[in-house]
């Protein structure tokens, strides 16, 4: 059915080729700046995999909490995987071209990631607040079937978002101009492409938006709203700090991911220049798989004893 509706896009439209800038006039720094994103791109995989390999090998990380972060470590490495080879390409020939569909195919691949970590970072909100707000309860709700069930789920609603949009651009005429001045296909440079109104595609995306991202930020900030006032009423301040580490590095992540997404998505494009709205677009599509493991493995005991065995092993 998607592929369907992929072959739909390539019979009806007069363009078959985009043209993607990435960042042009980088002169003197484009070797320095091409090698930082190999390095970053190998850092990312690397540390990424290193999560997952470490979650299967270890058996004090076998806790739905570990079990959702090796899924966030999925989505950064499809993320990177995703958008660094192309960009790396674009700084080492000055542009690249690339086909209307894998333009398309590209955008379709980062929404499905993007949209399965804004869910994916809900439930692993709630799960901080159950085991700190309802500890009794905790192993109870959070067994196995339940956080596969979670997991399941949520790449589904992923899935389901992808073909959305994949279903929205279907519907669209592409006529021209052939180039995007940017490193990725985004939603807007693939929408300017377009000759057909996209005023309702306009309003479908929004209510999709609202329910993929405004939806898991409010679930969010009330789980954190309930876990503060617990945490409040702890009356040692050393419990109090036992129970805040516990969710620190979540925090840290939630906050990195959604306010680059703010920043980019929410606030008006018009009066950024061009190489503003790219570099803001690094920070969420490059750097953020690559802090994430950093995040949860250097704050993180438990990762670094796990680490030490398989050094030993």
């Known amino acids: 059915m998607l592929l369907d509706e992929f072959s739909k896009v390539i019979l009806v439209n007069n363009i078959t080729s985009v043209d993607l800038l990435g960042f042009s006039n980088l002169e003197n720094f484009q070797i320095p700046f091409f090698s930082i994103l190999v ?27 570990y079990f959702f972060i090796t899924q966030l470590s999925l ?6 995987t995703d958008i660094v080879p192309i960009l790396l390409c674009t700084i080492l020939y000055g542009g690249i071209t690339m086909t209307l569909i894998s333009c398309i195919i590209q955008f379709s691949f980062f929404v499905m990631s993007n949209s399965s970590e804004c869910l994916l970072l809900s439930v692993m909100s709630y799960d901080r607040y159950l085991a700190i707000c309802n500890p009794l309860r905790y192993s109870t709700i959070m067994n196995q079937k339940c956080c596969v069930m979670f997991v399941k789920t949520i790449w589904l609603f992923g ?17 021209g101009p052939h180039v995007i ?8 440079p693939i929408m300017q492409l ?25 679930i969010i900030v009330t789980s954190y709203v309930y876990i503060v006032i617990t945490i409040l009423k702890i009356p040692s301040n050393v419990g109090r700090h036992k129970a805040f580490s516990t969710c620190s590095s979540h925090l840290i992540v939630v906050s990195i991911l959604y306010g680059t997404l703010i920043i980019v998505y929410m606030f008006p494009t018009r009066g950024q220049s061009l190489i503003l709205s790219k570099v803001l677009s690094l920070s969420y599509t490059v750097l953020t798989p690559l802090l994430n493991p950093i995040i949860y ?4 005991k438990d990762f670094k004893e796990a680490f030490q065995k398989l050094k030993i092993i």
């Open 194 to 218: 377009s000759c057909s109104d996209t005023s309702i595609i306009h309003k479908q995306i929004l209510v999709v938006g609202v329910l993929n991202g405004l939806c898991p930020f409010i």
């Open 159 to 175: 899935f389901m978002v992808m073909f959305m949009y994949v279903i929205f651009m279907s519907n669209l005429y592409f006529c």
């Open 75 to 80: 989505c950064d490495i499809l993320v990177t």
């Open 39 to 65: 390095i970053i791109f190998c850092g990312t995989i690397t540390g990424n995999l290193l999560i997952i390999v470490l979650f299967l090998l270890s058996k004090t990380l076998q806790t739905p909490m």
């Open 297 to 300: 493995t250097l704050r993180n």
């Open 181 to 188: 001045d940017h490193f990725y296909c985004d939603l807007e």
